[in-house]
């Protein structure tokens, strides 16, 4: 049974919504893990390791398919890994150095670096348009006023 396009985008901003959630629940706990208990190398350590754990005990049937990828997308997928663990490290530094309500919309403002990279790497994949550059202006806007409210 094909999903449709719609259901599919349904989930999509479902699952963004569960993944902002996700990371506002993160912030918090890694403010409290940086300042009552370990020291943000260590921290990112653990938090990456669970994290993998988990993934690896639900997704471990999906492992088979790891002979299908190419080089190139393994490639990719290192460098992902590699962003992703840079991001989580540098997230749980800020966190040990600087308050959670500033840290929290610095870090939350990612989506303007995937914009620029897209419009980069994916101009043939996704269509930038008037609306991304408003947005993109929004969350420069929002950042910079949670910053000065300090």
Same mark, same amino acid.
């Given at each position: ?23 506002? *629940? ?6 409290? *893990? ?9 921290? !990112? ?11 690896? !005990? *639900? ?13 190139? !997308? ?15 490290? %540098? ?52 950042? !910079?006023?949670?910053?000065? %409210?300090?």
């Amino acid at each position: 049974m094909e999903v449709s396009n719609s259901k599919k985008k349904l989930f999509g901003y479902l699952a963004s919504l569960g993944a902002a959630g996700s990371y506002g *629940i993160s912030a918090n706990l890694a403010k409290a *893990i940086v300042n009552d208990i370990a020291d943000p190398l260590i921290a !990112t350590s653990f938090a990456l390791f669970f994290g993998f754990t988990i993934l690896i !005990t *639900i997704y471990h049937k999906q492992l088979v398919n790891i002979k299908k990828i190419n080089k190139k !997308t393994f490639l990719f997928l290192f460098l992902a890994g590699m962003a992703g663990s840079t991001g989580v490290g %540098s997230q749980y530094y800020a966190m040990n150095n600087a308050p959670v309500f500033i840290v929290a919309p610095i870090t939350g403002s990612y989506p303007l670096f995937a914009i620029f990279f897209s419009f980069l790497f994916l101009r043939k994949v996704e269509k930038q348009n008037i609306s991304t550059l408003i947005g993109a202006v929004m969350i420069i806007l929002g950042v !910079t006023l949670i910053i000065l %409210s300090k």
